[in-house]
C-alpha cells in the first residue's frame, strides 16, 4: 500500500512541476520576428505628356522631343525618343543609341504596323490588356552590326499612333574572348514592354 501511496505522490510532483515549467516559457518573451524579405526597388520614375498621350518611364532614359524617324525619304515621322540608360549597354555587345519611341501619323487611312517600316512586311495582330496592337518586325545586318525594329501601332487609334522598338547590337565575334557579353535581350525587351504598356492616350475631348 505504502508503494502506491509513494508512487502517487510522485506523479503528483512531476505533474505540478511540468505544469509550473510550462507555464514559466509560456510568461517568457518572445524574441521578435525577423523579416527577411527583400522589398522589392522602386524605380524612380516621370511622366511625358501631350495633347494625345502621356507615358510613365524610368528617370534613367533621355527624352528627346525633338526626335523623329528618318527612314522614309523627304517622310520624317514625328515623336519622341526614350534612349536607353548608358549602364544597359556598358560591358555588352547592345549600342547605346537603342530607344524606344512614340510617333505618330495623323493623316494614315489604317493605323497598322507596317506603314511604319520601310520594308514591305506583313503586320500581325495582338490582343494584350484590352488593347489591340497592329505589329511590324523587320532586322538587318551591316558590317558587324545588327539592327531590330519593332513596331506596335495601336488599331483604331486616332492619330494613328505606334511605340517603336529599336534595337541596335554588335556581334560578340568581332571582340577579344570575354573583353564583352552578349546582351540580355529578354531584360530589354521587357523594359520596352514595361514602358508601352504605361502609355496612355488621351481622348480628342481631353484637355
Not at 95 to 114: K, M, W
Amino acid at each position: 500500500m505504502l508503494k502506491y501511496f509513494v508512487g502517487i505522490v510522485i506523479l503528483v510532483v512531476i505533474a505540478v512541476g511540468g505544469y509550473y515549467t510550462w507555464d514559466f516559457f509560456k510568461r517568457a518573451p518572445q524574441s521578435p520576428k525577423v523579416d527577411n524579405t527583400t522589398p522589392s526597388i522602386q524605380m524612380a520614375t516621370s511622366t511625358y505628356a501631350t495633347t494625345t498621350f502621356s507615358i510613365v518611364y524610368q528617370n534613367d532614359f533621355a527624352v528627346d522631343d525633338l526626335y523623329f524617324y528618318d527612314q522614309f525619304a523627304g517622310k520624317p515621322i514625328d515623336g519622341v525618343k526614350f534612349t536607353i540608360p548608358l549602364t544597359m549597354a556598358t560591358g555588352t555587345t547592345l549600342s547605346s543609341d537603342t530607344y524606344l519611341s512614340i510617333e505618330t501619323l495623323p493623316r494614315a487611312q489604317s493605323c497598322s504596323g507596317d506603314i511604319y517600316v520601310v520594308p514591305n512586311v506583313d503586320a500581325r495582330e495582338v490582343a494584350e490588356g484590352g488593347t489591340v496592337y497592329s505589329v511590324a518586325t523587320t532586322s538587318s545586318a551591316a558590317a558587324g552590326n545588327m539592327y531590330e525594329e519593332q513596331v506596335w501601332a495601336i488599331k483604331d487609334s486616332s492619330p494613328c499612333t505606334a511605340v517603336r522598338y529599336f534595337i541596335h547590337s554588335t556581334d560578340i565575334g568581332n571582340y577579344e574572348l570575354g573583353a564583352i557579353r552578349e546582351f540580355d535581350r529578354p531584360a530589354l525587351l521587357r523594359a520596352f514592354d514595361t514602358l508601352r504598356r504605361a502609355l496612355l492616350l488621351k481622348s480628342p475631348q481631353t484637355p
